[in-house]
């Protein structure tokens, strides 16, 4: 889950960066690829092994089918993990989409007052893209955070593990949604379909 929230933000700023480059993108050169993917993965490690060495604890989720975090233990130890996870793993990462998708439709609006063939169109379809993206980003991620933020500061019981499926479902399913999203919403790989 850790791996994909931060790959969503690494994409968007790779997006960002690709699409307000001054220079043309270099298809041979997968070094900036591999950075992406290398740091995605080491920032998840990171923030996923604290509980193997004792901050915190791995247990059984929801109805007991999946691994996640112990958001039940009420103990500082475990309290501590969970709000840096979310602060780490949720609000940055997120922070860092709004910031790249943000960024790119200023450089857009520019480029399109300064060019007016461009049109309003495609700034349009961005701009859809962008909130669409930014929105299932949220809806995703969000129910996840606060079941896991209610089980973990709430009354003990008060999540059930049927309440917690959905959620974890939704979150697991985050990275599939980008690339749909972009397919449908980019006219050049429609028309290419």
């Not at 933000?9 to 790779?14: D, I, K």
């Not at 969970?82 to 960024?103: E, N, R």
């Not at 790119?104 to 859809?128: F, Y």
């Amino acid at each position: 889950g850790i791996v994909s929230l931060i790959s969503l933000a690494v994409l968007s700023y790779e997006r960002y960066c690709t699409m307000t480059g001054t220079t043309e993108a270099d298809t041979t050169n997968y070094r900036k690829t591999w950075t992406g993917i290398g740091l995605s993965w080491t920032y998840s490690l990171v923030w996923t092994a604290p509980p193997l060495f004792g901050w915190s604890s791995y247990g059984p989720e929801g109805p007991g089918t999946t691994c996640s975090v112990n958001w039940h233990s009420k103990d500082m130890n475990n309290t501590s993990y969970i709000v840096c996870l979310f602060i780490f793993c949720l609000v940055i990462p997120f922070v860092i989409i709004v910031y790249s998708y943000g960024k790119l439709l200023c450089a857009i609006r520019q480029v399109s007052g300064i060019n007016k063939g461009m049109g309003r169109t495609w700034q349009q379809r961005v701009l859809i893209m962008v909130v669409v993206m930014v929105i299932c980003f949220l809806l995703c991620w969000l129910p996840y955070a606060t079941v896991a933020l209610i089980a973990t500061f709430g009354k003990p019981g008060l999540i059930t593990p049927a309440a917690s499926i959905i959620p974890s479902i939704l979150a697991k399913s985050s990275t599939v949604y980008n690339p749909i999203i972009y397919i449908f919403l980019n006219k050049q790989v429609s028309k290419l379909l």
